[in-house]
């Protein structure tokens, strides 16, 4: 949970504060929750697993962008087909992407 409220604020302070674009804003959230997710995942989620420090990151990493990338281009075809404010497309997009990435770290960066 940490993560998405960490992600989505940064969004909201970026598009809704300083006027910044989309894109930017996306990446700088994502990025800040990546962060504080490695940390939460590694110590408590997936305390039982074996894999090493900098394999787990060479894996979450992997996993970040591929989630990622599948999250933006939803929400980039939400922000062409919803007439709603583009901020609740990154909502359902953090939605997919926190699913999906769930799985990855499960059955590919921590293997527990």
């Not at 990151?57 to 583009?86: E, K, S, T, W």
Request: glycine share 8%; with cysteine; aromatic share 20%.
């Amino acid at each position: 949970m940490s993560n998405t409220l960490i992600t989505m604020v940064v969004i909201w302070i970026m598009m809704k504060t300083f006027g910044l674009p989309e894109g930017l804003s996306n990446i700088t959230g994502y990025v800040a929750g990546l962060v504080n997710s490695y940390v939460w995942n590694r110590q408590w989620t997936f305390r039982g697993s074996e894999t090493t420090f900098w394999r787990g990151v060479m894996r979450f990493a992997i996993a970040f962008g591929v989630c990622y990338a599948l999250q933006y281009g939803l929400v980039l075809a939400l922000n062409r087909h919803l007439p709603i404010d583009h901020y609740y497309n990154h909502l359902i997009g953090m939605v997919f992407y926190t699913f999906l990435n769930f799985l990855m770290n499960k059955f590919y960066t921590f293997k527990v």
